[in-house]
């Protein structure tokens, strides 16, 4: 099954769910009706209190000078005008002693999926959502600590930070013009706080809409290939990015950074399975990054990495 399955399904007006890995390469679709057979959970766009965020993670993530040597990899291909964004992401293994449906459950993240033993995600970031032939996408990028001093403002008038958003929301719009027509900023650069373990963050995202055909619903899984992997998650220009990326995380992300999302007979919603865990025969990995530019800090970097592997 892959995106044509996708078309069918949608174009027949059948819900589903259908999960996606970051390359785009695996694709499970689940037929909602057939959900209760499946050892899968899943919440869309739902909030409620977390009961993980007093829950400490044990982290033994690579060192930083391991990671110094990937930034500084990343750099030179910036440099060289092979990238001008990427997302470096890495593998952090963790410890700690709940169970992927026990994280899955206590999470209050608005996009969450526990897909068997295998992995659990609890994502804040919403991918795309499609209702009254209307697509829209939220992407996130720009992350600070809620504690610091005036951190609203440092985060908004942050060059760097605004440099890196500019380029996602450029990339966002220039993938939704291939699905839609009459493409817009909504809103720009837009601050949510969320929970995150013993700390708060604020992220910052844009709204990015378009507008669809009557018949879109037949197109879902081209609109889906097209716009996969999603640009807030690997890069600008996204194809040799995505070669880089390969070439220097040194690892397989896997469902990491993909999407998941429900068809529900008439409209459709996603988020993109960031604060994601795996579970390996050598025990839990936690995978998290951020987004490099020219101007990016590697200490800060790294920090950011760090500051993600939270249970919330």
């Given at each position: 099954?892959?995106?044509?399955?996708?078309?069918?399904?949608?174009?027949?007006?059948?819900?589903?769910?259908?999960?996606?890995?970051?390359?785009?390469?695996?694709?499970?679709?689940?037929?909602?009706?057939?959900?209760?057979?499946?050892?899968?959970?899943?919440?869309?766009?739902?909030?409620?209190?977390?009961?993980?965020?007093?829950?400490?993670?044990?982290?033994?993530?690579?060192?930083?000078?391991?990671?110094?040597?990937?930034?500084?990899?990343?750099?030179?291909?910036?440099?060289?005008?092979?990238?001008?964004?990427?997302?470096?992401?890495?593998?952090?293994?963790?410890?700690?002693?709940?169970?992927?449906?026990?994280?899955?459950?206590?999470?209050?993240?608005?996009?969450?999926?526990?897909?068997?033993?295998?992995?659990?995600?609890?994502?804040?970031?919403?991918?795309?959502?499609?209702?009254?032939?209307?697509?829209?996408?939220?992407?996130?990028?720009?992350?600070?600590?809620?504690?610091?001093?005036?951190?609203?403002?440092?985060?908004?008038n942050n060059k760097k930070e605004m440099?890196?958003?500019?380029?996602?929301?450029?990339?966002?719009?220039?993938?939704?013009?291939?699905?839609?027509?009459?493409?817009?900023?909504?809103?720009?650069?837009y601050i949510t706080e969320i929970e995150?373990?013993?700390?708060?963050?604020?992220?910052?995202?844009?709204?990015?809409?378009?507008?669809?055909?009557?018949?879109?619903?037949?197109?879902?899984?081209?609109?889906?290939?097209?716009?996969?992997?999603?640009?807030?998650?690997?890069?600008?220009?996204?194809?040799?990015?995505?070669?880089?990326?390969?070439?220097?995380?040194?690892?397989?992300?896997?469902?990491?950074?993909?999407?998941?999302?429900?068809?529900?007979?008439?409209?459709?919603?996603?988020?993109?399975?960031?604060?994601?865990?795996?579970?390996?025969?050598?025990?839990?990995?936690?995978?998290?990054?951020?987004?490099?530019?020219?101007?990016?800090?590697?200490?800060?970097?790294?920090?950011?990495?760090?500051?993600?592997?939270?249970?919330?």
């Amino acid at each position: 099954m892959g995106f044509d399955t996708i078309n069918k399904l949608a174009k027949d007006g059948v819900p589903f769910l259908v999960i996606v890995d970051f390359k785009a390469e695996t694709t499970k679709i689940i037929k909602l009706a057939e959900l209760h057979e499946q050892d899968i959970e899943f919440s869309i766009n739902e909030t409620k209190t977390s009961s993980l965020n007093k829950i400490q993670l044990e982290k033994n993530p690579l060192s930083f000078k391991q990671y110094k040597k990937k930034f500084d990899s990343v750099i030179e291909k910036i440099k060289s005008g092979e990238t001008y964004l990427l997302n470096l992401t890495q593998s952090t293994p963790i410890k700690t002693d709940l169970s992927l449906k026990e994280i899955f459950a206590s999470s209050g993240a608005k996009y969450k999926l526990r897909y068997k033993n295998q992995f659990v995600c609890f994502s804040p970031e919403q991918f795309v959502s499609i209702s009254n032939n209307k697509i829209n996408t939220f992407p996130m990028k720009g992350t600070i600590d809620a504690n610091i001093k005036n951190a609203s403002e440092e985060i908004l008038n942050n060059k760097k930070e605004m440099a890196e958003h500019v380029m996602v929301v450029d990339l966002l719009r220039n993938d939704l013009s291939m699905v839609s027509r009459n493409v817009k900023v909504e809103k720009f650069r837009y601050i949510t706080e969320i929970e995150a373990g013993d700390k708060n963050l604020l992220q910052v995202s844009s709204h990015i809409s378009g507008e669809l055909r009557d018949d879109w619903q037949s197109r879902l899984g081209n609109i889906l290939r097209i716009l996969l992997p999603a640009g807030s998650i690997s890069g600008t220009p996204k194809r040799s990015t995505l070669e880089i990326i390969d070439e220097i995380e040194g690892y397989d992300r896997g469902f990491y950074s993909g999407i998941f999302g429900v068809f529900d007979g008439e409209n459709f919603d996603s988020g993109v399975m960031i604060r994601f865990i795996e579970n390996t025969k050598d025990g839990y990995f936690y995978k998290s990054g951020g987004g490099i530019t020219l101007d990016s800090d590697d200490k800060d970097e790294y920090k950011e990495l760090l500051d993600k592997i939270y249970l919330a």
